[in-house]
Structures are given as C-alpha cells and as structure tokens.
Nanobody, 125 residues
Framework: VQLQASGGGLVQAGGSLRLSCAAS????????MGWFRQVLGKEREFVAA????????DYVDSVKGRFTISRDNAKNTMYLQMNSLKPEDTAVYYC???????????????????WGQGTQVTVSS
C-alpha cells in the first residue's frame, strides 16, 4: 500500500482545508485509516480514525466538531475536512493505514503499518 497525502497549505484562523489521502492497492479497502499530526520536537498525535466499514469514527477532543474524516473506497481515497482552524492546528499531517484492523481502529501511531509522506498545514492568527 502506498499513501499520498495532499491538500495542506497556509490558511487564516477560522478558515478551512480539506486533506486527501490517495491509496494504491486493494488493501486500502480492508484497512482502518487514520490521520495524525506532528509538530517539530513533539510526538506524532492522533487526530482522527475511521474503520474499514466507514461507519465508526473517532477524533481527538481538540478537533471534535471541527474536523470530519471520511473515505471513498471506490476512489481509494480518504479525506479530512478541517473547519474553524486554529493556530494550534498547525502541524504536518500524515495519513496512515492499519491493515491489521477492519471493524475497529487504533489511536496509537505504532499500530499503523503504512504512512503517507505528510502535508504541512499552517494556520495563521
């Protein structure tokens, strides 16, 4: 599985961005997917995850009500819609796939076995 993240950029506080994660390989359709973010000098932080079925999702508390994770299995693509962005959302965002889970998902980065290259999101105040 290869993952390609895109959609990052510079936005003012209160603005929106939509990140995309394009996956190659049929494994995407039977893998839990997640978004993580990392600030230089800090550990990679869980942001959101979605089970293979697409029905179950979870978010870190700081983004609940602002971010929405979704996936289109027909297009092998996952999305992260980010609204009401705040300066503290600034980070490199990574998408990841966990081929060991189908109906559930993990929040630990160590559980994910495939990673995209990351896309920078910068929110100015």
């Amino acid at each position: 599985v290869q993952l390609q993240a895109s959609g990052g950029g510079l936005v003012q506080a209160g603005g929106s961005l939509r990140l995309s994660c394009a996956a190659s390989g049929r494994t995407f359709r039977s893998a839990a997917m997640g978004w993580f973010r990392q600030v230089l000098g800090k550990e990679r932080e869980f942001v959101a995850a979605m089970a293979w079925s697409g029905g179950r999702t979870d978010y870190v508390d700081s983004v609940k009500g602002r971010f929405t994770i979704s996936r289109d299995n027909a297009k092998n693509t996952m999305y992260l819609q980010m609204n009401s962005l705040k300066p503290e959302d600034t980070a490199v965002y990574y998408c990841a796939a966990d081929t060991g889970r189908i109906l559930t998902f993990a929040k630990s980065a160590y559980e994910y076995d495939y990673w995209g290259q990351g896309t920078q999101v910068t929110v100015s105040s």
